[in-house]
Every structure is written in structure tokens, then in C-alpha cells.
């Protein structure tokens, strides 16, 4: 069953709203952390292995920590979510209030940590990445990952190859169709509303990253109050919506 046209639109917003959280925290984390990454690890990864194969333990070390934190932040939102369920309380507020914990205490640490403090922060970061990246998994019908973008513009380019031969079949059995009644009939078309969805949470990534760059170049690790007070808007948005537990948002 779909899901009704309320809800759908506003986990959009929520969907949108997190991946401008991710692409701010992370390009805080990468100018503040030695150019780490916290809501990639696909980098990490990359990272870990050079530096391994260059001998240097050190910064391999610490991109590692970041991969098995961010893989710990999956974990628990998962366990978050499994006990909200049974105890019929809302899951992914809880997990955003939670996230919001984890960015505070990044926050409080302060900027130019080394050592077991500079450890500290960096899992941090990316456990409340991790968490953030499960914590809404479905929006309608598509699936959804709020923290890293290679499988949001993979979706993007199944559905604009769909796009298109939704356009070529359309306009073949309704030729005198244009292309204003092309667009109000393809509001309701599945391909159509992934291909703006998928190329929004791309856009929305992207300015997040911007602004980020561009906050923390002027105010420093406090530029990350932003991102932390949007996160607690979304939170009180989601809670005018009724409790699903079986919900993802």
C-alpha cells in the first residue's frame, strides 16, 4: 500500500533537509579533521588503503576508526529502532535527538584536538553519520541514504533512462499530447518523481557542502550550531506527524 500524499511529501522534507545536515557535517569534518571524511566511507576506504600501503599507520589508523564508527552509528540505529517499535514510541526522533547528542559533544570538544580527544571526535562524527544514514531508509517507494551521494545519483540515472522512454512511449500513443500535459501527467509517474527527488537530495548535499565550506572557513567548528539547530527543527516537525511504528520517519 502507498503511502498517502501528506506523508510522502513530508518525509521529502525530511529526506532533503538531511542530506543538506550531511553534506554540511561533512565538509566541516574534512576541513576540520585532517581531511576526513564523516559521512563518506567510501573515501575512508580509499584513504585506509593508501595510507597503509605508504606505511602510514598513523592517518590509516584514524580513517579505520572513522569506517567502524560510522558502521557502529548503522548498528544502533537499528537497535534504536527495533526497541521504539516495541515499545510504540517514535524511532527516527529519537535517533535524530541522538544525533543531535553526538554532534553537541563533537561540538563541545573543540577544534585542533590530538591524541585520544581527536580519536574521540572523529568517532563522533561518524557514528552520528551512520546513525543518520539509517535512520530513514524509504521515502514512498524509493530507498534512501541521507549521507552519501553515489547511490543517490545511481538512482538518479536508472530513473532518468526511465524518464526518457516514459516520454518516447507516452508521446507515441498520445501524439497530440504537449508538453505541458506531458509534465501534469507525469506528477503522478514513478520515474518522474524519482528523477527530481534523487537529483534534489543530490542538490541539497551539494549546497550543504557549500555552506559548510563557507561556515567554517568564517566561524570555525561552531559553524556546526547550524546544522545541529536544523536537526532539531526536523525533529519537531516530525513530531506534528502521527506515530507510525512500523515507520521509517
Known sequence: MSEPAPAFRSKV?????LCLVAGFVDAVGYLTLDK?????????????AMRGVEGEW???SVGLLAIVMFTGGLMLSGLVYELCVRLRAPPFRFTVLLEVALLGAFLVLGPGLQGPFFHAQVSLGALAMGMQNASLRR???????????TGTLTKF????????????????RMPRITWRGLFRLGLGEKSVQETFFMGGLWLMFLLGAAWGTLFQRRFGL???VAPVVLLLAVAV???????NPRGNA
Open 13 to 17: 522534507v525530511i529526506a532533503l533537509c
Open 36 to 48: 576526513l571524511l564523516l559521512a563518506n566511507m567510501s573515501g575512508n576506504t580509499v584513504r585506509l
Open 58 to 60: 598513523g592517518p590509516a
Open 139 to 149: 521515502v514512498g517507494p524509493f530507498s534512501v541514504f541521507t549521507t552519501h551521494i
Open 157 to 172: 540515472g536508472e530513473s532518468v533512462v526511465s524518464l526518457v522512454f516514459w516520454v518516447l512511449d507516452t508521446r507515441g
Open 222 to 224: 561552531p559553524s556546526l
Open 237 to 243: 516537525y516530525d513530531g506534528f506527524r502521527p506515530i
